[in-house]
């Protein structure tokens, strides 16, 4: 994003010291001052409420799903994201597996996100077919926070999922 010329303030977490010291001296080397990187744990986040216009997950997701609590860890994450993400804000997952893998995405992303009557969210899947040659590329998960409008039936389903393929 850095190199794209985003002009906003870029904020990168990660629970280990020796990640952050890392990738603070190859910040400081290109001198992107915009970019600030914070020792954090992703599940418990000490960011303020609609802080975030975009989250981005670039395999943290990948990682716990094979842990014995990482489901419970992908909720936490997931309570954390909803809180801090603003309305029409875009939760980025950027992720090898696919919806139905692990029940990942009923059972532990949204059960959080849904928690909060006044939002719904829409998912956008990303997926490229690669041939039986190449390694599939990771899905590129777009998650949307709407404000659900007045008019709008609380009751409803409050998410919606739409998959999208492209060929390599």
Same mark, same amino acid.
Request: proline share 5%; net charge negative; no cysteine.
């Given at each position: 994003?850095?190199?794209? #010329?985003?002009?906003?303030?870029?904020?990168?977490?990660?629970?280990?010291?020796?990640a952050?010291?890392?990738?603070? !001296? #190859?910040?400081?080397?290109?001198?992107?001052?915009?970019?600030? *990187?914070i020792?954090?744990?992703?599940?418990?986040?000490? *960011?303020g409420?609609? =802080?975030?216009?975009?989250?981005?997950?670039?395999?943290?997701?990948?990682?716990l799903?094979?842990?014995?609590?990482?489901?419970? *860890?992908? +909720?936490?994450?997931?309570?954390?994201?909803?809180?801090?993400?603003?309305? =029409?804000?875009?939760?980025?997952?950027?992720?090898?597996?696919?919806?139905?893998?692990?029940?990942?995405?009923?059972?532990y992303?949204?059960?959080?996100?849904?928690?909060?009557?006044?939002?719904?969210?829409?998912?956008?899947?990303?997926?490229?077919?690669?041939?039986?040659?190449?390694?599939?590329?990771?899905?590129?998960?777009?998650?949307? !926070?709407k404000?659900?409008?007045?008019?709008e039936?609380?009751?409803?389903?409050?998410?919606?999922? +739409?998959?999208?393929?492209y060929?390599?």
């Amino acid at each position: 994003m850095y190199k794209d #010329k985003y002009t906003g303030e870029l904020i990168g977490i990660d629970y280990s010291p020796t990640a952050i010291a890392e990738m603070t !001296k #190859k910040r400081d080397q290109i001198g992107a001052e915009t970019i600030k *990187f914070i020792e954090m744990d992703a599940t418990q986040m000490k *960011f303020g409420v609609n =802080e975030f216009d975009i989250v981005i997950d670039k395999a943290t997701t990948d990682g716990l799903i094979s842990n014995p609590k990482g489901g419970e *860890f992908i +909720e936490l994450i997931s309570d954390h994201v909803g809180r801090v993400l603003k309305p =029409e804000g875009i939760y980025v997952i950027i992720s090898h597996l696919e919806p139905q893998d692990h029940n990942w995405l009923s059972n532990y992303l949204l059960p959080p996100l849904t928690a909060d009557p006044k939002f719904k969210w829409k998912i956008l899947v990303n997926s490229v077919e690669a041939s039986k040659s190449e390694v599939k590329p990771p899905n590129v998960y777009l998650i949307t !926070k709407k404000l659900l409008q007045e008019n709008e039936d609380k009751d409803e389903e409050r998410v919606s999922v +739409e998959q999208q393929y492209y060929e390599m």
